[in-house]
């Protein structure tokens, strides 16, 4: 069994550490959490991982090291653990917005196999979207990566270009429908209902919906059809949302994103 270094023990890093026990993927004994304060992973050491603020000799002990510190610690981390990369044995996965394959390899060597990953924060639950890339690792690392996150939710593989529009969408894409629940509920609230059931009737009618494309397989339209009728009271209401830019606002939203997540991390930060 392959031990798992995992480097920046933040939310990110928990939650797939949890997820791979959760899943019986590995034990929480071949898992290390790093973390310059080891106040906060006392909880951790107790469940049973290992826990270290030694990130050079914690990537000398592991097969996989999962990077997973914020973009401005990275190139002090990478810098800290590049005497321990053996490109022969490691496999490295970055987890960092706005960090490329090469900007890794640059720091550890073209050799080693890189893997980048871009999960949102519904990891927290076992529900993240998460896209990963490479430009270097094998077909069976990448087989092994993608098992990997499926254990905190479900996976898509995409070209590497394609990183900062996959953030837009699926990162900051998280902040979009959580708007949308948000003014369904105040929504709710304006025509008579008191504002904690108006959002328990928001949140469980958007996981009903999202739920119909997932279980059916079928496109937005499809379902919408199913649920306007001529003259009716759903497409006057969508109609109108139209109008106001609906749909235009939430694309322009993601366009907008796509283009800020492509500069979250320069060399130099």
Do not use: W
Request: net charge neutral; glycine share 8%; with cysteine.
């Amino acid at each position: 069994m392959k031990k798992i270094a995992i480097i920046g023990s933040g939310n990110i890093g928990i939650s797939l550490a949890k997820g791979l026990v959760k899943a019986d993927y590995t034990s929480a004994a071949q898992i290390t959490l790093t973390r310059r304060s080891l106040d906060h992973l006392k909880p951790f050491a107790v469940a049973g991982f290992n826990v270290s603020n030694d990130n050079k000799a914690t990537v000398a002990n592991a097969d996989v090291v999962i990077l997973a510190v914020l973009p401005q610690q990275l190139n002090t981390v990478l810098d800290e653990i590049a005497v321990a990369i053996d490109p022969a044995k490691h496999l490295v996965i970055s987890v960092i917005s706005g960090v490329s394959c090469a900007a890794v390899k640059e720091k550890l060597g073209n050799d080693v196999e890189v893997i980048r990953a871009m999960p949102n924060t519904a990891i927290a639950i076992g529900q993240s979207m998460t896209c990963i890339a490479s430009d270097n690792a094998s077909a069976e690392n990448l087989m092994d990566v993608t098992k990997m996150f499926e254990t905190v939710g479900s996976v898509v593989k995409i070209n590497e270009d394609l990183m900062t529009s996959a953030t837009a969408l699926c990162a900051c894409g998280i902040a979009f429908f959580l708007r949308a629940i948000r003014a369904a509920s105040q929504g709710g609230v304006e025509i008579g209902f008191h504002a904690d059931e108006a959002l328990k009737m928001a949140v469980q009618t958007a996981k009903g919906a999202a739920d119909l494309l997932l279980l059916h397989g079928t496109h937005p339209e499809s379902e919408i059809d199913k649920v306007t009728s001529p003259k009716g009271c759903t497409i006057a209401g969508l109609n109108e949302m139209e109008h106001n830019g609906f749909s235009s606002s939430l694309i322009k939203g993601i366009k907008l994103s796509a283009l800020k997540a492509g500069n979250l991390y320069t060399k130099e930060g």
